[in-house]
């Protein structure tokens, strides 16, 4: 059985990819907040969907990116050093 190894530079960038899903759907809250006209407080209040809406984002975008790498490198294997 083979071993994964997970660098820290991959899990960076993943944090990373994450952060900018997380900030996008605060992004579409305040767009929520601002369009309804409703209160600040739901900034806060809606945190736990925010975060949830984030890793669907992400789930999303990490879908995208296999599938591009898929087309862009069909039959491509990383080798191991």
Do not use: D, H
């Not at 949830?52 to 992400?58: M, N, T």
């Amino acid at each position: 059985m083979k071993n994964i190894i997970i660098t820290p530079r991959q899990i960076k960038r993943e944090l990373i990819i994450w952060l900018l899903c997380l900030i996008i759907a605060i992004g579409l809250n305040v767009y929520a907040i601002i369009i309804y006209s409703t209160s600040w407080s739901e900034l806060y209040s809606q945190a736990g969907y925010v975060v949830v809406l984030s890793f669907f984002l992400y789930v999303i975008l990490w879908i995208f990116r296999g599938l591009f790498r898929l087309i862009r490198f069909p039959g491509r294997k990383k080798e191991n050093s």
